[in-house]
């Protein structure tokens, strides 16, 4: 894209709303904008990081056998009602009337929804174990919305639900969504803890929370050295093998298993002193056990190997997709900007044309723009060099590729690495074959 007609709206000043450092960079690097209390536009540079998040979620939920499918933002009150839980779930939702005065919400989770999907369409043992996701917008009326898109009343959430036949299937759907979502954590660029936690709203009695160190989480955690080091993507763990998997979640929970000053400080104790870390934590996911909370209540019955009917065993599973851009800010930033992992950066080069008009510059920038394409912003505007450094930094692309008159004249760049401000003088096709393998 070019920079001179991209809509990344970038401000110099700190915006006064913006309590903390992800929610200040997001407006400040013209990555949202707040339309409502609570509620965010995603401007084009900002959508290419949800979609980036998004990607990597979801080919990791696929990886994990899970199938995706959609299912809508507004949902019947009476499919609630069935659950028990129209009432119980208080102001935070978000009650819609139409205009034949039937009675919907804007969904807050999806329990109710796919358990109803499931009743109609499953009926045997055969069908099962399965494990369904979506990739779709909630509405929570928090009390208090706050750091932007972390505490938004409009966010954007991966869920899954998990239909097994009896206790021992469920668990291990558990652990496979558990080892899925440490491998996506990691190739996010960010190092998660899971946490046994509480079950909430949403109920069930086997829980943990996924917390990712930044030092500005709001949460104080302890957790085993370890966490720091392990390699979830590497295939040490098979996904899909049972043993596997049990191995990989006692590893998980006993002696790495972390715990926040909400709950019981014995695993200290279990921690040897010289591998314990505390910091600070953000929750960026949340799974749940919870059996035939919903499945009985509303019915959910398929017959069994013995030919007797029973209600499956549930799981859900959650991964705040929008937080997670405020979460990876809080993680990965300096005073000048965002620093994004390559993963996940909107562009993976900003190619910085410091004299446009010169034409030797314009035609080296032009000839390196049309090699990347849509991976790289062009910045082609006419705005002093200092302008252009510090919007690039702010930015927080991975490379920046930045064009001189000196430099051009020779026929070289200057390539940056955002994350140690590393600098080098290379030829133009060095820098191509260095950030695009060609
Ligand atoms: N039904 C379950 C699992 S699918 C569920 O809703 N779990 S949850 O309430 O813990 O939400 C899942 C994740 O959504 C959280 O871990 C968090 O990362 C994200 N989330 C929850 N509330 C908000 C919010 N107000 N703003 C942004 N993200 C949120």
Redesign the pocket.
Same mark, same amino acid.
Request: hydrophobic content about 30%; aromatic content about 10%.
């Given at each position: 894209m070019r920079l001179s007609r991209s809509l990344i709206p970038t401000l110099k000043e700190t915006p006064a709303e913006a309590q903390i450092v992800s929610h200040r960079l997001m407006l400040r690097a013209g990555l949202v904008r707040q339309t409502a209390s609570g509620i965010y536009a995603w401007l084009p540079a900002g959508y290419r990081v949800l979609t980036n998040i998004a990607r990597i979620v979801r080919e990791e939920q696929d990886a994990a056998g899970a199938q995706e499918l959609l299912m809508p933002t507004i949902q019947s009150a009476d499919l609630w009602r069935e659950s028990g839980r129209y009432d119980g779930y208080g102001k935070e939702m978000l009650r819609i009337q139409d205009r034949h005065e039937r009675e919907l919400l804007y969904g +807050?989770?999806n329990?109710e929804m796919i358990t109803d999907i499931f009743r109609q369409s499953v009926h045997s043992y055969r069908a099962l174990p399965q494990i369904v996701y979506h990739i779709q917008w909630k509405f #929570?009326d928090?009390v208090r +919305?706050r750091f932007g898109? @972390? #505490? $938004?009343?409009e966010?954007l @959430?991966k869920?899954?639900y998990s239909f097994d036949l009896d206790h021992k299937g469920a668990v291990i759907s558990y652990r496979k969504m558990m080892l899925a979502y440490m491998r996506t954590f990691q190739r996010l660029g960010l190092r998660a803890i899971p946490m046994a936690a509480d079950t *909430?709203p949403?109920g069930g009695d086997l829980s943990h929370?996924f917390i990712i160190l930044a030092a500005t989480g709001e949460s104080q955690v302890f957790y085993d050295a370890a966490f720091e080091s392990i390699d979830y993507t590497s295939r040490e763990f098979d996904i899909h093998a049972e043993a596997d998997l049990a191995r990989f979640y006692t590893m998980m929970t006993t002696p790495y298993a972390a715990t926040d000053e909400k709950h019981d400080p014995a695993l200290f104790e279990k921690l040897d002193p010289s591998r314990r870390r505390e910091g600070r934590g953000i929750?960026? *996911?949340?799974?749940?056990y919870f059996g035939t909370k919903y499945s009985q209540p509303m019915n959910f019955t398929a017959t069994g190997p013995d030919g007797q009917p029973f209600h499956p065993e549930m799981g859900?599973? $959650?991964? *705040?997709v929008? #937080?997670l851009v405020g979460a990876v800010i809080e993680a990965s930033h300096d005073e000048a900007g965002i620093i994004w992992p390559e993963a996940i950066a909107p562009f993976r080069a900003a190619i910085l044309n410091l004299k446009p008009g010169d034409a030797a510059c314009d035609g080296l920038c032009e000839r390196v723009y049309a090699r990347f394409g849509a991976a790289a912003l062009y910045d082609d505007r006419e705005e002093r060099a200092g302008v252009k450094f510090a919007d690039a930094d702010l930015l927080g692309h991975p490379w920046q590729i930045i064009v001189g008159p000196r430099g051009a004249a020779a026929g070289k760049v200057e390539l940056k690495r955002r994350v140690d401000g590393a600098r080098e003088e290379v030829s133009p096709e060095a820098a191509l074959a260095k950030l695009l393998g060609v």
């Open positions: +807050p989770t329990e #929570r928090e +919305p898109v @972390m #505490r $938004g009343r966010f @959430m869920d899954a *909430g949403i929370e929750e960026v *996911g949340h799974i749940f859900s599973y $959650g991964i *705040g929008s #937080r």
